[in-house]
């Protein structure tokens, strides 16, 4: 079965500095992996995903996340940190030939000024 | 990206009560899916919803409490039966898009029973 770990609760950054989210998986054949944003009572918004190609994948609003099939990790990554940056951030999986995402617990993210 | 609209988006419930949830997408869709977040949880997967078959539900989700219609390639309902306090959290409708198994969200439902 797949599954998704994000080893942080909390990720404290300040402004301008660069950040980073971790998230590792763990599933059978190649995995789809995905990052999504969740800002105060909002749903879920897509940020970006790897399905295969270049390890390091551009997304949404600056960020990227690199791709490291040796150490099953898919972190997600920003070189500049903003305020409003600050939300709820969840890694999710997709195995091969499946539709169904298994999600992390999610990291908050707090940049401060 | 496919643009997906809940009803209600808030409700405060009465226990013991049942609601229904809308699911409305832009575009035609094979996959539905109902997620549900608890409070300060991850989300989980309460069902996958295909036009024109029964709902397949996840382990710990049953059909008589999470019933759901799906009758045309566009638009789903999820309803949270005899509701109690337990079943406060935000209810998710989801689709894939067909575009390299990208998946979208709704904005969310937040039902909170009192």
């Known amino acids: 079965a797949q599954s998704v770990a994000q080893p942080e609760d909390q990720v404290n950054v300040a402004e301008g500095n660069p950040l980073t989210v971790k998230c590792t998986y763990s599933?059978?054949?190649?995995?789809?992996l995905f990052w999504y944003v969740q800002y105060p009572n909002r749903g879920l918004q897509f940020l970006q995903k790897?399905?295969?190609?270049?390890?390091l994948v551009k997304g949404s609003y600056g960020f990227e996340a690199e791709f490291n099939k040796s150490q099953t990790s898919f972190h997600l990554k920003k070189p500049s940190a903003l305020v409003s940056d600050s939300a709820l951030y969840f890694c999710?999986?997709?195995?091969?030939?499946?539709?169904?995402?298994?999600f992390g617990t999610g990291t908050r993210l707090l940049v401060s000024p | 990206s496919a643009v997906i609209s809940q009803k209600p988006s808030r409700d405060i419930c009465q226990r013991g009560t049942s609601l229904t949830i809308q699911c409305q997408v832009d575009?035609?869709?094979?996959?539905m899916f109902w997620y549900r977040q608890q409070p300060g949880q991850s989300l989980t997967l309460i069902a996958t919803?295909?036009?024109?078959?029964?709902?397949?539900?996840e382990s710990g989700f049953v059909i008589d409490k999470f019933p759901i219609s799906r009758p045309n390639l566009t638009f789903s309902t999820l309803t949270v039966s005899n509701m109690s306090p337990e079943d406060s959290s935000i209810y998710l409708c989801?689709?894939?898009?067909?575009?390299?198994?990208?998946?979208?969200f709704g904005e969310g439902s937040w039902l909170t029973v009192v």
């Open positions: 989801s689709v894939d898009s067909g575009q390299g198994n990208t998946i979208y």
């Open positions: 599933v059978s054949g190649n995995p789809y």
């Open positions: 790897y399905i295969t190609g270049d390890n």
């Open positions: 999710a999986v997709q195995g091969t030939g499946f539709q169904k995402l298994v």
């Open positions: 575009s035609q869709v094979t996959m």
């Open positions: 919803a295909n036009q024109g078959s029964e709902a397949t539900y």
